[in-house]
């Protein structure tokens, strides 16, 4: 009784700066860093689509990124509940509840994929992975379908996060994220570096920067806009829910800018891992899980030919670097509902952590089955569930959350309140808020509504 009455005083926060910057970028940085962005800079101009990039991640990426933060570190509670009480309970509430179902639902999906990873480190360590294109397919298609083994590896990355989230804040996320980053950053860098060493290395570096102005078109904007938003993690509830945990003397803007920082360099060392390696050995990449689960472990071996011990390690810790990337995002996700569940059924955490763990483990083994193993009684209107999961939630939840959340804080929030908030109670200058106003306002809603428009395919 006594713990929980302290707990409900003293709201559990990050203990540092560096905690702030490395668990809020753990959350960002993740596997669509490396699956999706290096690709598309590829087709999509190369240097110049990494400038709408970066130009989409400082322009709406990091305004409604500080939205989720005010809202979050405004209520000092979960999701729903920071929402419900910026709207002192009206309709505008459901938003937050929206946030954490979808934080909800794209836990289970994300770590099938999470545990896909774990079982490529484990490949890699037993020698599996050299052989053939054909192999790696075969490879892919056998083990993602297995009834068994991927269903075995979400329940393991799932009780991994759980054991971290259960030690709390600042002793389970914020610890972990400190030793976790910084490793991924390491095997980044080394892998980087072996991969722009590789023969014909250039070729792929070009492929990658080279500014083709011709590619540039409404389809790449809005596709660079998507992208920003899901890599930076927003709309799914995580950014506010870490943000509940930030003092209240963490600067918000300059928190946003360099976590977007953080999540761009990335995602750019990521093509310099990947294309080079292609590109030496005349592989053209492609996007999504055959990427990384097909494509580069089969040019990781073919480009290492001459050098097995290498390929090995390089494969190896090319697939740790992902398990950690997908890590650190699922334990934001995962951490969403369980600070839901803990403070909304006043429970302890280890509990709430629990029922999360447990639930997320059944939507992961349907979403796992659903890709081959049981196939014909899990698909909905020819698609898996997997497809579904990955639809619903990153194509309709998270545009509309996105967005309402923009209109809730630019049109209905008292603008003292946002105010009070960007500035810290007045003790920064807050010389960016006009601008951070009218961009929520005016400029992301509409961005937003446009990515949503076309990817439903209503706007061209
Ligand atoms: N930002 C993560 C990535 O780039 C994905 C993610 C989205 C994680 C939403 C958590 C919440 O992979």
């Not at 707990?7 to 910057?21: D, M, P, Q, W, Y």
């Not at 999701?79 to 979808?102: C, D, H, P, Q």
């Not at 639930?359 to 349907?366: K, V």
């Not at 808020?433 to 209503?458: A, E, N, S």
Request: glycine content about 8%; proline content about 3%; hydrophobic content about 50%.
């Amino acid at each position: 009784m006594e713990k929980q009455e302290m707990t409900k005083l003293e709201r559990a926060n990050f203990g540092s700066r560096l905690g702030v910057i490395l668990a809020t970028a753990g959350s960002a940085v993740g596997l669509g860093n490396v699956w999706r962005f290096p690709y598309m800079a590829g087709e999509n101009g190369g240097a110049v689509f990494i400038i709408i990039y970066v130009a989409c991640v400082l322009l709406l990426g990091i305004p409604c990124m500080i939205s989720e933060f005010i809202i979050g570190r405004h209520g000092q509670c979960n999701t729903a509940r920071a929402f419900y009480k910026l709207a002192e309970g009206n309709g505008w509430s459901l938003i937050g509840y929206m946030g954490v179902l979808t934080g909800f639902l794209i836990t289970g999906y994300y770590a099938v994929v999470a545990g896909w990873c774990i079982q490529y480190v484990w490949a890699s360590l037993a020698g599996y992975m050299t052989g053939s294109p054909d192999y790696f397919q075969q490879y892919f298609n056998e083990f993602s379908a297995d009834p068994v083994k991927p269903v075995l590896w979400t329940v393991v990355i799932l009780a991994i996060t759980y054991l971290i989230i259960e030690h709390g804040v600042r002793n389970g996320i914020e610890r972990a994220s400190k030793a976790m980053m910084p490793t991924l950053f390491l095997l980044l860098l080394v892998i980087v570096v072996a991969s722009c060493m590789l023969p014909d290395a250039n070729k792929g570096i070009e492929f990658l920067f080279y500014p083709d102005f011709s590619k540039i078109n409404s389809d790449v904007f809005l596709a660079a806009l998507g992208q920003s938003f899901y890599s930076l993690s927003i709309a799914m509830g995580c950014l506010c829910t870490y943000a509940s945990y930030f003092s209240k003397q963490t600067n918000l803007t300059k928190s946003a800018i360099q976590i977007g920082v953080i999540d761009s360099i990335v995602a750019i060392l990521a093509g310099l891992m990947i294309f080079p390696a292609a590109f030496s050995v005349g592989v053209s990449p492609d996007s999504g899980p055959s990427l990384i689960f097909i494509t580069l472990p089969n040019v990781f071996s073919q480009a290492f030919a001459s050098m097995p011990v290498l390929g090995y390690i390089i494969s190896l810790l090319f697939f740790v670097l992902l398990s950690l990337a997908a890590l650190t995002s699922l334990m934001s996700l995962h951490e969403v509902s369980t600070a839901f569940f803990q403070e909304e059924l006043d429970i302890s955490r280890k509990k709430a952590a629990l029922i999360v763990t447990v639930a997320t483990a059944i939507i992961g083994a349907i979403c796992s089955l659903s890709l081959g193993a049981v196939d014909t009684t899990l698909t909905f209107l020819g698609e898996t569930l997997f497809d579904w999961f990955d639809f619903i939630t990153g194509q309709i939840f998270l545009p509309m959350v996105g967005f309402l959340t923009c209109i809730f804080i630019g049109w209905f929030v008292p603008h003292k309140v946002v105010r009070d908030e960007f500035t810290n109670q007045g003790t920064l200058r807050g010389q960016f808020f006009h601008f951070y106003l009218f961009m929520v306002k005016y400029v992301c809603p509409l961005g937003i509504l446009f990515i949503f428009l076309h990817q439903l395919g209503l706007l061209n």
